[in-house]
């Protein structure tokens, strides 16, 4: 494996397919990524994929699209066509990505998780001009072509990709010619309704690069360091979807902006099935260093963890704290574990957080990852078997649930709510920068919205009880609870506590334009609402007000697994949508009940 340049170089002001051919000729044989052999057999193996192999993977594939589907006419603004593809997860939603930037397109990457309506809306919003597919394309991408005249073709294989060495495709344009161009478009998570297309241009990425690079200042330091420094390459295990913004961050932004090398799981369809995935292909990884440390000089050299970071998003990481036996195993392969997307339960934190190292992210499409600082007081690393832990601070207040951000990023806080338990709920609000402080510095979303000066960013949070400097993410704005009586409630903390126990495996609480609560359950198999877990479920009402409380007789059971955006979060509204008869029945019986023991 060649060494990585430390520190990694800066690349602010450079496109992303000039990034990657500089880096190919400077340091070709360095390790881009690496993916399974074969996604259905994680005994293969691995394949590592160098920075000269995914700069020739996009020369072929852009010959491919200027053959097959045509470079965009000169002349015409790049970025202003898209090309759609919705596949396996695999290395070549890298190589689309950046060859469809140099010949002209931008590339949108569509969930296959949402229905056939959401994403013909998606696509018809964002001006596709062809599908492209895998070789077996998903029953999904037929339906869409069976709906919609799009003219489709079929890609290359990975193996077809990678095979043989082509003459560079030509791309000429500097960063200030294309800086303002749409290079790559993704969409909203769909939480709130259908999702709707966000085109990153060159300067949005300029300005992600450099929120990577923002210095801690004086007291705090980047608590994201563990996840991505460009001081030193991260290995990061990306259990993540490569259709949304998480995946494109780990497969494409960090490892040309600042050297991250992302690592893939075998296929998975379930938040267990992402775990089991995870624990075996870091296995196969703990299996080969030992193969090769036992056949080099270094025969004495101890293996040990294979990678600095695992990625997750919150359902998969309650998953690993369900199992203690995959707590266990993943403690051993990885130095720590990173979620974002939403919350985990605290005792999921707590038992996580004094195993191994745990990081809580968050990052929106618009910003992507935000840059998160801490006192240097305080250290997430409690991996007990490091003897320096044992003068760390004891991590049994949950201190691990908040951050504080990067005074550049220009975020304040607006009081909106007072909790049940007393807090005061914050609303994130951000600020434009004048473009003068922070050496010019302007935050992401400003550059797909120009025209805005400050944005409520609809993210919630509440202070730590002892120290004001640190946050604690406590839910989304669009969450609320509006109830015909005008009364309102954040319901996160709530289902979060219910969903925390061994009986449940999902819970919903609805309410909005209702006149009492309602409880969305799935339990796990065998599980019943007896009254045991009734108990539970009381001891949750009492933190509730009495307008939010759930009656025993307003809880409805469901059987299949709630829906998910891609980063992990319950799409409600579409869950009140497809439950909406059940819960009109509900209401029904319930509020009939209610009125009749009144009388």
């Known amino acids: 494996m060649a060494a990585r340049p430390t520190p990694w170089p800066e690349f602010h002001f450079t496109t992303l397919p000039n990034i990657l051919r500089l880096l190919a000729s400077q340091y070709p044989n360095i390790t881009y990524a690496e993916f399974p052999r074969n996604p259905n057999d994680i005994s293969e193996g691995y394949r590592e994929f160098t920075y000269l192999d995914v700069a020739n993977a996009v020369n072929t594939l852009a010959w491919w699209i200027d053959k097959n589907v045509g470079r965009l006419e000169e002349g015409n603004k790049n970025g202003k066509a898209t090309l759609v593809y919705i596949g396996p997860n ?8 950046l060859a469809s ?32 597919t895998p070789e077996t394309p998903l029953p999904i991408v037929t339906e869409i072509l069976k709906k919609k005249e799009l003219e489709s073709h079929e890609i290359p294989s990975v193996d077809q990709c990678f095979a043989s060495k082509v003459d560079e495709y030509p791309f000429m344009k500097t960063f200030e010619e294309c800086k303002d161009e749409e290079m790559l478009c993704l969409h909203t998570s769909g939480t709130t309704g259908f999702p709707k297309p966000i085109p990153y241009t060159h300067d949005w990425v300029s300005s992600f690069s450099r929120t990577t690079r923002l210095r801690a200042t004086r007291g705090f330091r980047r608590s994201d360091d563990d996840l991505y420094n460009a001081s030193r390459g991260t290995r990061v295990f990306a259990a993540l979807p490569p259709f949304h913004a998480s995946g494109v961050t780990f497969m494409i932004l960090l490892p040309l902006l600042v050297g991250v090398t992302p690592i893939y799981p075998p ?11 995870t624990l075996s292909g870091l ?3 703990y299996a080969a260093r030992q193969r090769h440390v036992a056949n080099s000089d270094a025969a004495k050299e101890k293996v040990e963890r294979v990678v600095d970071m695992v990625v997750m998003v919150p359902p998969c990481v309650e998953n690993v704290f369900r199992y203690p036996g995959k707590l266990h195993r993943l403690s051993q392969r990885a130095h720590g574990l990173c979620y974002g997307g939403g919350s985990i339960v605290r005792e999921a934190g707590d038992a996580i957080s004094h195993k191994m190292k745990l990081l809580n992210a968050i990052a929106s499409t618009e910003l992507g990852l935000w840059p998160l600082i801490r006192p240097r007081s305080i ?16 991590f049994s207040d949950g201190k691990w649930e908040y951050y504080a951000f990067h005074p550049a990023f220009n975020i304040h806080f607006d009081p909106v709510y007072i909790s049940e338990s007393g807090h005061t709920v914050f609303e994130a609000i951000m600020k434009r920068n004048n ?22 960013l609809g993210d919630l949070f509440i202070q730590h009880p002892s120290d004001t400097t640190l946050y604690k993410h406590y839910g989304r704005a669009d969450d609320l609870l509006v109830f015909l009586t005008n009364e309102k409630f954040y319901p996160t903390v709530a289902e979060q506590r219910i969903a925390g126990f061994p009986e449940v495996a999902e819970a919903l609480l609805v309410g909005t334009r209702r006149p009492i609560a309602a409880l969305v359950l799935r339990l796990e198999d065998g599980g019943v609402v007896d009254d045991a877990l ?18 025993r007789n307003m809880v409805l059971l469901v059987q299949e697994p709630f829906l998910r955006t891609a980063k992990g979060s319950v799409r409600k509204v579409d869950m009140a949508r497809m439950y909406e008869r059940e819960l009109d029945s509900l209401y029904r019986r319930g509020c009939s009940e209610e009125a009749e023991e009144k009388r």
């Open 267 to 277: 296929a998975y369809t379930t938040p267990e099935g992402a775990v089991d995935a």
């Open 379 to 394: 250290d997430y690393n409690t991996n007990a078997t490091d003897q320096e832990q044992e003068k760390k601070e004891d």
């Open 534 to 551: 009734w108990g539970k479920i009381e001891e949750v009402n009492g933190s509730s007000p009495v307008y939010a409380r759930v009656q």
């Open 435 to 456: 473009g003068k402080d922070w050496d010019g510095y302007v935050q992401p979303w400003f550059k797909l919205y120009p025209d805005s000066s400050e944005k409520r």
């Open 90 to 97: 695999d290395i070549r939603y890298v190589v689309l990505s």
């Open 283 to 285: 296995d196969v990884l």
């Open 101 to 132: 930037i140099v010949t002209g397109y931008k590339m949108l990457f569509p969930s296959p998780r949402y229905g056939v309506e959401a994403l013909l809306k998606l696509i018809e919003a964002a001006d596709a001009k062809a599908m492209l």
